[in-house]
């Protein structure tokens, strides 16, 4: 079996390199059972952002889900059980981004598990592999110091410094 | 379209981006779209790239040959179309070959009509065309565009071809001071990240274009308007001058100029002046052009008129119009998808006989007699041009399917039916080495582009806007379920001062009208100049709406003068 390595970078999205093409969300919904845990947004002060998930540290779905199926996974990403997820919804409201989608046809919901059959493996996830822009990134952020050039919005969005 | 440089991956055709695309088949039927973290050139592929996989396994793909309602062996359909089109008069049938796929199959096409007599004809995207009139069809490599310090972006470059965006970003943020200035018609998502945006009326543009290239230096622009400085064409067009000097002020204070110009549909009228202007004021700053086709292959066109007389797609509805056309035979383009309803049924009502070879049911394969089962452009092997005009080979994504046939394996059993033996095409070098006179600027350019009606209290502008979804090269993804899920998220844009009028702040309905009738979802876009409404490219209702003939009689879709009313 593989060695499962760690993932240590994180997705961020440029919001001025952003031309809401929409390509991440579609790269999304064909690789996830035709699920999207990608949407896109517009966004007060950037018109067009990718929403995704911030694969928080202490994640705040993983501690509301009453059955377990939010959890961490060995390469340190946030992922949702298929068997264990009983479409209950609490991580979705619990989700203080509003990143985690519902799907009431299937009761199940959409989460971000960063392409976890591609990252652990040195590749892309998928959405940042198809940008056409380069807006969305997956890279290292040192303590919390984003890029010379960039400012950070919050934990996953970046915003150019101009 | 391909680079030279790399034979053996896959490449999108879906625009002229080149972008490298992964596929993988799962040994068990399903097909999907793979994404290498290394896309080489272009980072990545649109959302039209993405979804052009989804066709590959499509419900609607058609596999089978069949006349009229009844299934049938491709064989047997095929000797009845020979046996059809011997009856009838040679001139009065006609080959039209979508120029979107590997040239080999329009060849093999020029080939047999000119063994049998027949009419040949080659279809370009309609949005093409004004690129192709005016000869600006080769570009420098993409890459080029990052070493830009000025780019001027004509259109919407970043929604008709996103994967230019990335080039285009590491040029706007490459250096400080370095600009992109977003010239459009609508406010689009260029304009959006444009460090300067700039919005004309789709009926002006090129009359500012002209002034733009005149102050630039473009004398030959200047003579084709009978010797009109950029003040007096402004003058003429209703322009401010003020801003037309502004702009060719930076432009020529540049260090490296770029300018991508982007044609989408019904997006500006005279489109093959403002190609033609765009030209002259590149030559006379010393600046790189990059003209951003729909498909590569469309500069072929004037090559194949020079060798083989090849017709264009209004010569086919003209010959239609005047009942010389009895025999059609349609390869590869769905005229449903790229055509108004009222001129492609009128041209199939004409006929008396139209087959169309395609790869997706459509109401044209309903209207046609009989139907053939298509590669998908994507299924085809075979030559194509990269964006700097360079042939190079097109390598297919998978193995087409045994029971369909690619372009060039059509015309060749056509020709061994009705002959008896192969047929000898000619090749892709026989024809690159045609040489094609220049075109004249003044065909292009005229009085005509200064005298521009503006739209009147309850009318509006209608243009084209270049929504990424699905693919736009005449197969219609209309009913993907990608595109049924975005499908409550799109809607008709509206300039401000038309949405003012309309006392629309929000999403609403309108009804527009000129001869034909749509009543459409918009909302407020947030800027833009004078009463102007934006359709997404792909919805039925724009082709329907768009002024579709120039005073030449030739097809072009251009903006139309529409009345709008709120419902």
Not at chain 2, 124 to 145: H, N
Not at chain 2, 508 to 527: D, F, I, K, Y
Request: with cysteine; aromatic share 4%; hydrophobic share 45%.
């Amino acid at each position: 079996m593989a060695e499962v390595k760690t993932v240590d970078k994180q997705l961020i999205v440029d919001t001025d390199r952003c031309i809401g093409c929409k390509s991440c969300a579609a790269a999304c919904f064909f690789s996830h059972t035709q699920f999207p845990a990608l949407r896109y947004e517009n966004v007060a002060g950037s018109d067009a952002m990718p929403a995704v998930c911030r694969q928080c540290e202490e994640a705040p779905c993983v501690a509301a889900c009453p059955a377990d199926a939010m959890y961490v996974d060995d390469a340190g990403i946030v992922r949702r059980s298929l068997v264990r997820c009983t479409g209950c919804r609490s991580c979705a409201l619990a989700c203080p981004f509003g990143v985690i989608d519902t799907e009431t046809t299937r009761h199940e919901v959409a989460k971000c598990d960063l392409c976890a059959d591609r990252t652990p493996r040195g590749l892309l996830p998928r959405c940042v592999a198809v940008c056409p822009s380069g807006a969305l990134k997956f890279m290292e952020i040192v303590e919390g110091v984003p890029a010379a050039g960039y400012t950070l919005l919050s934990g996953r969005t970046l915003h150019r410094t101009r | 379209m391909p680079s030279p440089l790399d034979r053996e991956t896959p490449r999108c055709p879906l625009c002229a981006m080149d972008c490298p695309i992964g596929v993988q088949h799962d040994g068990l039927g399903h097909v999907s779209t793979a994404f290498p973290s290394d896309l080489g050139v272009n980072q990545g592929a649109c959302v039209r790239g993405l979804t052009a996989a989804r066709l590959l396994d499509a419900a609607e793909r058609i596999f089978s040959a069949r006349k009229g309602d009844e299934r049938k062996s491709a064989s047997v359909v095929l000797q009845e179309l020979v046996q059809a089109g011997s009856q009838a008069v040679p001139s009065s049938v006609t080959v039209l070959v979508d120029l979107g796929r590997p040239l080999e199959g329009a060849l093999a096409a020029a080939a047999l009509c000119q063994a049998g007599g027949a009419r040949f004809a080659a279809s370009v995207p309609p949005e093409d065309m004004a690129l192709v009139k005016s000869g600006l069809t080769r570009c420098p490599p993409f890459g080029e565009i990052a070493g830009c310090t000025l780019l001027l972006a004509i259109g919407d470059p970043f929604g008709s071809h996103p994967a230019v965006a990335g080039r285009v970003r590491d040029a706007q943020f490459g250096g400080r001071g370095n600009k992109l200035i977003s010239l459009d018609t609508a406010w689009g998502r260029t304009s959006r990240g444009a460090t300067e945006a700039m919005t004309v009326s789709p009926l002006k543009l090129a009359a500012f274009m002209a002034a733009l290239a005149v102050e630039c230096g473009a004398g030959n622009v200047a003579e084709a308007l009978g010797g009109k400085n950029s003040q007096e064409i402004c003058n003429a067009a209703g322009i401010p001058p003020a801003q037309v000097k502004r702009l060719a002020a930076q432009l020529k204070e540049a260090k490296a100029l770029g300018i991508i110009l982007s044609h989408p549909v019904g997006r500006y009228a005279h489109g093959a002046a403002v190609a033609a202007a765009v030209g002259q004021m590149a030559a006379a700053l010393k600046a790189k052009a990059w003209p951003l086709l729909v498909s590569t292959n469309s500069a072929v066109l004037p090559r194949l008129k020079q060798k083989f007389g090849a017709a264009e797609l209004s010569d086919v509805l003209r010959d239609a119009d005047a009942g010389r056309l009895k025999v059609l035979l349609v390869a590869g383009v769905d005229l449903a998808s790229v055509l108004p309803e009222k001129l492609w049924r009128h041209m199939a009502e004409e006929c008396d006989l139209v087959c169309w070879a395609g790869s997706l049911e459509s109401p044209f394969a309903e209207e046609a007699e009989m139907v053939l089962p298509l590669a998908l452009p994507w299924e085809e092997d075979g030559t194509a041009l990269g964006p700097t005009g360079e042939p190079a080979r097109f390598a297919p994504w998978l193995e087409k399917p045994s029971t369909v046939l690619t372009v060039k394996e059509l015309m060749a059993e056509l020709f061994a039916l009705a002959a008896g033996w192969s047929l000898k095409a000619p090749e892709v070098a026989d024809l690159m080495s045609v040489t094609v006179p220049e075109p004249v600027l003044t065909d292009l350019i005229g009085p005509s582009i200064l005298a521009a009606g503006q739209p009147e209290e309850g009318q509006a502008v209608v243009i084209g806007s270049p929504e990424p979804h699905g693919y736009t090269g005449g197969i219609s993804l209309a009913d993907v379920d990608w595109q049924r899920r975005l499908a409550a998220e799109e809607k008709a844009k509206l300039s401000s001062d038309l949405a003012a009028d309309l006392g629309l702040s929000e999403a609403g309905l309108v009804e527009l009208r000129n001869g034909a009738e749509a009543t459409v979802v918009c909302a407020p876009a947030g800027g833009g100049e004078g009463r102007v409404i934006a359709l997404p490219s792909h919805w039925q209702s724009l082709r329907e709406l768009l002024q579709w003939r120039a005073a030449d009689g030739s097809i072009e879709p251009c903006p139309a003068l529409v009345s709008i009313e709120r419902v």
